[in-house]
């Protein structure tokens, strides 16, 4: 399955911006979803530069709980959760 190495994430008035490094030579995509607020999954990347998937979401004031799950193309998976505040 993929594996996320690191996540690094900053916030810039309500834009969250994520780098997650990736190892896996099948990747297909990393998605998010607001673990009490959305049932359905977003795309952050479908592709990786040099193992990285650097995206930028916008969202709204409050407190934020995210499950980011990374895929490869034979559907196995993995997730990490992050939260932050946008104030």
Known sequence: PPRSKSIKKSINRRTLDLNIRITEKN???VMYRE???SP???ILCS???KGMCEAKKSFRK???NLEIIALDK???SASRN???VVN
């Open 27 to 29: 990747f297909d995509k």
């Open 35 to 37: 673990e009490s607020k």
């Open 40 to 42: 359905h999954w977003f």
């Open 47 to 49: 592709r990786l530069d």
């Open 62 to 64: 409050g407190q934020h």
């Open 74 to 76: 034979s559907g196995n």
């Open 82 to 84: 992050i939260s932050f």
